[in-house]
């Protein structure tokens, strides 16, 4: 089975993108993983900045875009004081596009994102970044819920037989190494060692 090579880890620097920044880091020594750092900075609070600011257009991006570069670099810099090869890049554009985006044009194996962004009102209404990640893209998403503690020691993986779901279970095998799994259907479960 093929190992995972390049991860993407999309962030927001909340708590909950810290949280896949963390599970990321733990998934990257067991395959050898590059991991691909990337932050989308929203594309219409720039336009709006830009028309309200004395600023010029360029001076006013930069206010914006330099601290979210500062703040990638910082966790890029912790990752590879780990031993981790890591690369980083600072997008605009909408979100779940931009992931989308690059984990195309890096080849990524797996997107790593956390369940929900700073803003839990507006994504209440308008849907997550991660469901939209899943939504529009093509690459296997790992949805990071809690502060991660250590390797994943049991994986439940619920299958239909399905191209997609057939999908997600070779995924969990290539992805969680030496865990324990469980695949269910609704009439039958069975538990096992990889």
Known sequence: MEKIRRILIATDFS?????????????APEHAAE????HVL???????FKHLIAETPLETEQRLYNPAKI???????????????VKHHVAIGRAHLEINRYAQSHHADLIVIGDQGESFAREFFLGTTASKTLRTGHHPLLIVKQEPRDEYKHVLVPV?????????????????MDASFTSCMWWKCRSGRK
């Not at 991991?35 to 990337?38: G, M």
């Not at 990638?72 to 810099?77: I, Y």
């Open 15 to 27: 708590p909950r993108g810290e949280r896949a920044v963390q599970r990321a880091a733990l998934l």
């Open 35 to 38: 991991l691909y750092l990337l």
């Open 42 to 48: 929203p594309a219409l609070p720039l336009e709006v």
């Open 71 to 85: 703040a990638l670099q910082n966790r890029a810099d912790m990752l590879a004081s780990r031993g981790i090869r």
């Open 160 to 176: 239909d037989f399905s191209k997609n779901s057939l999908n997600a279970l070779e995924m969990a095998l290539k992805a969680v």
